[in-house]
C-alpha cells in the first residue's frame, strides 16, 4: 500500500501563488473601531495641552492679521460683495487649521505609532487587518482636526465675527475637509523613513498651498497661471466651500468644489493604503 508523507503532499516544484496586489480594492470592516478607540483614550490623557496647543496659533495669526492688518485693509471685496478683512481671514484660517490638526496627527503621531513605537505591529497581532488600521488613523487624524476647528469656531463667534446660522453646514464642510487632508499626509507617512522626511510635506505641499489658496488674499490678486493651478488644490476648493457659509450666502458651483475634495480624499486614501502595503510586505 502507498503511503504519503506530508513532506511530500507538496512538490518543490510547485508554483508559488502570487501575492495580492498593494493596489486591489480596501478590505475594510468595523474592526478600524477598537483602533480609534484606542487612539482615543490615550489621547484623552493629554486632551487640554493638545487642544490649547492646536488653537493657540490660529488664534494669533486671526489676531495678529485679522485686526493688525485688517485695520490697514478694511474692506474686502469677495464675489461682488464688501466683506470686512477679518471675516474674510477667519472664513480661510479655519480651514488652514483643519489641514494642519489633520496632517500633523496622521504625520507624527501616525508615523510613532507604526514606525518608532511598533503599536501597528501589535495591534496586527489581533484579528485586526492594516487596511482598518490605516482607516483607523485616516478617521482618527480627522476627528482630531474637527475638534480643534469645533473649538476655534466657538471663539469666532464670541468674537462676533459670524454669527450665521449656515457655519453648521461649514462645520460639516470641515469634516470633509479633515478627511481629505488627513489622507493625503498618510501618503507621506508610508514613504517615511524618519520624521525629517516631513519637512517636504510641509516646504513642498503645505507651505505653498497656504499662500496660493485664498487664505490671505483673494485669488484675484494672482497671475491667470497660477490661479488656474491653484483652483485644483484641496485647500482652495475648501475655502470656496466656507467662506460664503460665513456670510451667510450658500457658495455658488458646491458640487465642483465638494467633488475635487472627495476625489483627493479617495484617491488620497487609496495610495496611502496601498503604500502602507508595500511597505509592511517588505
Same mark, same amino acid.
Request: charged letters at 10%; proline letters at 6%.
Given at each position: 500500500?502507498?503511503? *504519503?508523507?506530508?513532506?511530500?503532499?507538496?512538490?518543490?516544484?510547485?508554483? =508559488?501563488?502570487?501575492?495580492?496586489?498593494?493596489?486591489?480594492?480596501?478590505?475594510?470592516?468595523?474592526?478600524?473601531?477598537?483602533?480609534?478607540?484606542?487612539?482615543?483614550?490615550?489621547?484623552?490623557?493629554?486632551?487640554?495641552?493638545?487642544?490649547?496647543?492646536?488653537?493657540?496659533?490660529?488664534?494669533?495669526?486671526?489676531?495678529?492679521?485679522?485686526?493688525?492688518?485688517?485695520?490697514? #485693509?478694511?474692506?474686502?471685496?469677495?464675489?461682488?460683495?464688501?466683506?470686512?478683512?477679518?471675516?474674510?481671514?477667519?472664513?480661510?484660517?479655519?480651514?488652514?487649521?483643519?489641514?494642519?490638526?489633520?496632517?500633523?496627527?496622521?504625520?507624527?503621531?501616525?508615523?510613532?505609532?507604526?514606525? #518608532?513605537?511598533?503599536?501597528?505591529?501589535?495591534?496586527?497581532?489581533?484579528?485586526?487587518?492594516?487596511?482598518?488600521? =490605516?482607516?483607523?488613523?485616516?478617521?482618527?487624524?480627522?476627528?482630531?482636526?474637527?475638534?480643534?476647528?469645533?473649538?476655534?469656531?466657538?471663539?469666532?463667534?464670541?468674537?462676533?465675527?459670524?454669527?450665521?446660522?449656515?457655519?453648521?453646514?461649514?462645520?460639516?464642510?470641515?469634516?470633509?475637509?479633515?478627511?481629505?487632508?488627513?489622507?493625503?499626509?498618510?501618503?507621506?507617512?508610508?514613504?517615511?523613513?524618519?520624521?525629517?522626511?516631513?519637512?517636504?510635506?510641509? *516646504?513642498?505641499?503645505?507651505?505653498?498651498?497656504?499662500?496660493?489658496?485664498?487664505?490671505?488674499?483673494?485669488?484675484?490678486?494672482?497671475?491667470?497661471? $497660477?490661479?488656474?493651478?491653484?483652483?485644483?488644490?484641496?485647500?482652495?476648493?475648501?475655502?470656496?466651500?466656507?467662506?460664503?457659509?460665513?456670510?451667510?450666502?450658500?457658495?455658488?458651483?458646491?458640487? $465642483?468644489?465638494?467633488?475635487?475634495?472627495? $476625489?483627493?480624499?479617495?484617491?488620497?486614501?487609496?495610495?496611502?493604503?496601498?503604500?502602507?502595503?508595500?511597505?509592511?510586505?517588505?
Amino acid at each position: 500500500m502507498n503511503t *504519503t508523507t506530508a513532506s511530500s503532499a507538496v512538490s518543490p516544484d510547485a508554483p =508559488v501563488p502570487p501575492s495580492p496586489s498593494v493596489w486591489r480594492a480596501p478590505e475594510l470592516s468595523m474592526r478600524w473601531w477598537p483602533v480609534f478607540l484606542r487612539n482615543l483614550l490615550v489621547w484623552r490623557k493629554l486632551a487640554l495641552p493638545s487642544l490649547i496647543g492646536n488653537i493657540a496659533e490660529p488664534l494669533i495669526w486671526l489676531v495678529a492679521f485679522g485686526y493688525g492688518m485688517g485695520a490697514l #485693509v478694511g474692506q474686502v471685496t469677495v464675489d461682488g460683495t464688501q466683506v470686512p478683512y477679518i471675516l474674510f481671514l477667519a472664513s480661510g484660517s479655519i480651514c488652514m487649521s483643519a489641514m494642519n490638526a489633520a496632517s500633523f496627527e496622521a504625520l507624527y503621531s501616525a508615523f510613532s505609532r507604526m514606525h #518608532v513605537q511598533k503599536t501597528w505591529d501589535g495591534i496586527m497581532n489581533a484579528p485586526v487587518g492594516l487596511d482598518d488600521i =490605516v482607516l483607523a488613523e485616516m478617521l482618527w487624524a480627522a476627528f482630531k482636526s474637527i475638534f480643534t476647528v469645533t473649538a476655534i469656531l466657538f471663539v469666532m463667534l464670541g468674537l462676533g465675527i459670524s454669527h450665521s446660522p449656515k457655519l453648521i453646514v461649514a462645520w460639516m464642510v470641515l469634516i470633509g475637509c479633515g478627511i481629505t487632508f488627513s489622507s493625503v499626509a498618510l501618503i507621506f507617512n508610508a514613504l517615511a523613513k524618519g520624521y525629517d522626511f516631513f519637512t517636504y510635506y510641509f *516646504t513642498l505641499f503645505m507651505t505653498p498651498m497656504m499662500f496660493l489658496s485664498g487664505v490671505f488674499f483673494p485669488l484675484e490678486q494672482l497671475p491667470s497661471v $497660477v490661479r488656474s493651478v491653484a483652483a485644483w488644490l484641496p485647500l482652495t476648493n475648501a475655502v470656496a466651500l466656507v467662506r460664503p457659509l460665513f456670510m451667510d450666502r450658500w457658495p455658488e458651483g458646491w458640487w $465642483v468644489h465638494a467633488g475635487v475634495l472627495v $476625489v483627493y480624499a479617495v484617491v488620497a486614501f487609496w495610495i496611502a493604503l496601498a503604500l502602507t502595503r508595500k511597505r509592511f510586505r517588505g
